[in-house]
Nanobody, 115 residues
Framework: QVQLVESGGGLVQPGGSLRLSCSAS????????MGWYRQAPGKQRELVAL???????NYADSVKGRFTISRDTAKNTVFLQMNSLKPEDTGVYYC?????????WGQGTQVTVSS
């Protein structure tokens, strides 16, 4: 059974930082593209960042230079370091794991950026 468990969300002031973690089980972690998506109220889920099996990364334009995605294969964990947070970064952040046609999601963690 595949499980993706996110943690690290919370309330932070504009300009602050958060680090999200996603612990994966039930998959061959090293063979999966791992990612983070987010969904703001009333909006569609959107890609935030991806990290491929070889470490190549891809970011949404809105987070480039502020967010960093990384993966620790030994711990089956993917991270999202978020700096210089803005109110528009508010939303539920979902971890994803993809291997060909198989796509899995975590339950999501809330990130709220507000003063």
């Amino acid at each position: 059974q595949v499980q993706l468990v996110e943690s690290g969300g919370g309330l932070v002031q504009p300009g602050g930082s958060l680090r999200l973690s996603c612990s994966a089980s039930g998959i061959i972690f090293s063979r999966n593209v791992m990612g983070w998506y987010r969904q703001a109220p009333g909006k569609q889920r959107e890609l935030v960042a991806l990290v491929a099996t070889g470490g190549t990364t891809n970011y949404a334009d809105s987070v480039k230079g502020r967010f960093t995605i990384s993966r620790d294969t030994a711990k089956n964990t993917v991270f999202l370091q978020m700096n210089s947070l803005k109110p528009e970064d508010t939303g539920v952040y979902y971890c994803s794991s993809e291997n060909g046609p198989r796509l899995y999601w975590g339950q999501g963690t809330q990130v709220t950026v507000s003063s």
